[in-house]
């Protein structure tokens, strides 16, 4: 395991959506482009946290965007760059929304995860999410397939 480099995880606005967009084409098959963010980021309710390296020049490595809807907290896209997986930053970065929600009052944390990542549905089990529902082929992928998505949540 390659050791984590100082990071520091900072709420940004629609201002960062073209980097939000890099990432995102990054991190997934189908790709949001910088005009979903600006219009996402621009909804009430909605925030968004970068994680950055402390080097100079510092660099992005993660992102997550989530919403305030009543009593639940929506993960809505959460991504670390290839590059930089296996770092724990996807559980910074989770750890980032959980106590900005705690904070702001939410009850509960709730996201989609695509049944085959195996990796994030180990991480969000970890973190005490648990699957409490199923959005039958959710996800487009390569050549018209699709996957399934599962609903995980835990109580905040």
Known sequence: RVPLPMIDVLPVGA????????MHASCFEE?????TFRMLLRMPGTCAHVAWTRAEPA????F?????????????SIGVLPAQRDRRLGRRLLRTVIQAATCDGARRLVLEVGE???PARALYTQLRLTEVGRRRRYYRKAHGATEDALIM???L
Do not use: M, Y
């Open 15 to 22: 201002e960062a959506a073209a980097g939000l967009a890099a």
């Open 31 to 35: 790709a949001w482009d910088a005009q």
């Open 59 to 62: 660099e992005p490595v993660g």
């Open 64 to 76: 997550v965007v989530w919403r305030r809807a009543g009593d639940d907290a929506e993960i809505i």
């Open 116 to 118: 085959s990542n195996a």
């Open 153 to 155: 949540a835990r109580d």
